[in-house]
Structures are given as structure tokens and as C-alpha cells.
């Protein structure tokens, strides 16, 4: 029996319905963690679009709302393609915290030392230092994973802990770092060199954000169309027939996975060097997990993080006006955070499942046409 030869314009409509789907999740994603959110919100006994107008008001309401927004979002568009990066071949790289703390140990080392150097060349030179720092932290994970076949989840949520205590050591008197007789544990306090600069006067405003914006556009155009982004994205396919097709898949591992190490280390060396111009004790405060959301959020595309970095941004800055208007808890935030996080997960995981019903019969056809022919 010959098999029926399909017309090319069954398939096409499908795979347009599915490149569109896959662009709307994240928005199919947020609108549902919306809708739940003011569902709980209604539930304490607020009106949900009086507490959406105050939190949107909080975060856009005014240039100085908006520059929170951009402060609150800077470490998010680091630690968020470093992670895409690593959703993209396959590999879940969660150290995001523990390479924040270490960026800032690196750039905290080097920004608290007098250099007789240009601001521009102190700055780009605590930055490497942040990136190199943290970089060496993320070779023992990616190591382990690419050469000994340990889980990567497992070793970068355990170094997380271990970078965090370290840096708190680090800030404890009588280490050099720390600051003599301080109230809390901190480092020294940067010199004006290594500071990044203020773009707004009267605000927290600093190129954090830029910085974030062009690694984010920069990765996106490597995965899309460098060697390195196809090899990427061979191995987060299939593995298998990726060492089959001459891909050095520890090699890729190691590399992908260093990556996510270094946009962490730049992460924590901004937050240092724009915001906070100390190293603290406990200063992330999870926004290394919350990057981990952001490219969970973004799909694993590098450019979606962009757009859901700066959602978390106005979460993050709106909850606070949100809070004070309504007397909504700031914990309401994080709340919407993840429902919006979970729902992009479920819509993904249904339209897998969906694929794999339709695929099912087509692949039982081809079986029973072999079979007869």
C-alpha cells in the first residue's frame, strides 16, 4: 500500500499556530497569574483593579517610579539570560544567588582600593573582577557536571549557601574587607571611581539596566545565529544526537554553564558598584532565584527576558505603593510572581501534551501503513 503524500499547506497553519502559541505563553502565563492574583486579592478584602492602579501607578506613575522600576530590573536582566542561556541547551544552572555574592566580592575587592586609574578604567576593571571571580565559583559545578555527570541543580542551590556564608565572613571584622566598628556587617564603602554613575539626579539610577539590556540582545543574536548558539541549542534538543553530530557536549556544558556563572558575577558587581556601593551581609535577598523566574517567565528566549525582567521591575516597584494604598501585603508580590511563573509552566506543559496526542495518531498510521506495505 503507498502512503498518501499531505499537502504542504496542512502543515503550515499548525506550525504558525505554534510559533504563535509559543510567543503568547509568557503573556497567556501573566494574564493567568494576574487573574488568580486579584482573585486572592479580592479574597483579603481589596478591590483587585484599585490595587492593579495603585501598583501600576507605584511603578509608572512618575520618572522617578519608572527609574525604581529600572534599578529593581537591572540584576534581573543579568541573572536572567545568564539562566536562559542554560534553559537553551538543556541545563538548569540555579547558582544565580551564590554568583551574585561573589561578583560583589570581586568588585567590592577592587572598588575599595584607591587606584590611580580614570573612573572608566576602575569601573571596567571591579566589573572583570566581579565576572572572574564569580566565573572560578561556576567552574566547580560546571565541571562536575560536564566531566563527572553530577546534577547541576543540585550543586549550584548547595554553593549558593556556601557563597552566601563566605561573603558574610568576608564583611565580618577583622577581615580587610570589612568596615571597623560597623553597625552591621558590611565592606568598606566604595571609592567614587569605581562607582557607576547616577543618571538621574535624585534617584538610584544607574547603567545597570543598559548593561542588562545589550547582554540580553547580544546572547539572543549568539544563539540565533553563531556556531556556538546552534550547538547550544542542538544540545538542549538532544543530547544524544548532538555527540553524534561532533559536538563537543562536555566542552558546550562547561561552557553554557560558565556563562550563567559570569552574567552573575556582573549581576552582583553592578548591584554593588550602582545601588548599593557596599558589600552587606544577605544583600541579594533572593533576587538570584528570582532571575532563575525571569528566564523561566522569558521561555528561555534572551529577549523575552528583557520584557520579563522589567514585569518583575514593576512588581517589585508597584508593590510597595500597592501596599500603602490598599494596605495590600508586600508579600502579595511574590505571590503573583510565582503564580505568573507556574502558569507560563502548565500552559507550556499543555501544549506538549496536546502535540503529543495529535503526533500519536499520525505516528500509529505510518506504523499500520509499514506494517500492510
Known sequence: MMKTKKHPEF???????????????????????????????????????????????????????????????????????????GIKAGLWNIGAEGYMYMGALGAGAVGIVPLPLPPIVHIILALLAGAVVAGLWGLVPAYLRAFKGVNEVVTTIMMNYVAQYFTS?????????????????????????????????????????????????????????????FRTRMLGANPEASRYAGVNVKRQILFVLLIGALMGGVAGAVEVMGLKLRVYQDFVSGAGFEGVAVALLAAGNPLGVIASALFFGVLKAGGAAMSVSTGVGGPMTIVIEALCVIFVIAVGYGERKRLERADKPEKEDEEVIQHVG
Not at 486579592?41 to 522617578?64: H, K
Not at 570589612?178 to 571609592?191: D, I, Q
Open 11 to 85: 502543515f503550515a497553519l499548525p506550525g504558525l499556530g505554534q510559533l504563535a502559541l509559543s510567543g503568547a505563553r509568557p503573556l497567556i502565563g501573566i494574564f493567568l497569574g494576574l487573574l488568580a492574583g486579584a482573585g486572592l486579592i479580592e479574597l483579603s478584602g481589596v478591590n483587585p483593579l484599585a490595587a492593579y492602579a495603585a501598583m501600576l501607578n507605584g511603578a509608572i506613575g512618575s520618572p522617578l517610579a519608572i527609574s525604581n522600576v529600572l534599578v529593581s530590573a537591572s540584576p534581573l536582566l543579568l541573572t536572567g539570560v545568564g539562566v536562559a542561556i
Open 169 to 229: 565572613w568576608m564583611v565580618h571584622e577583622p577581615q580587610p574587607m570589612a568596615e571597623p566598628g560597623a553597625f552591621f556587617p558590611m565592606s568598606r564603602k566604595l571609592v567614587s571611581s569605581a562607582q557607576l554613575p547616577i543618571l538621574m539626579p535624585g534617584s538610584s539610577l544607574h547603567p545597570g539596566f543598559i548593561i542588562g539590556i545589550a547582554a540580553c540582545i547580544l546572547f539572543y543574536l549568539a544563539i540565533r545565529f553563531t556556531p556556538f548558539g
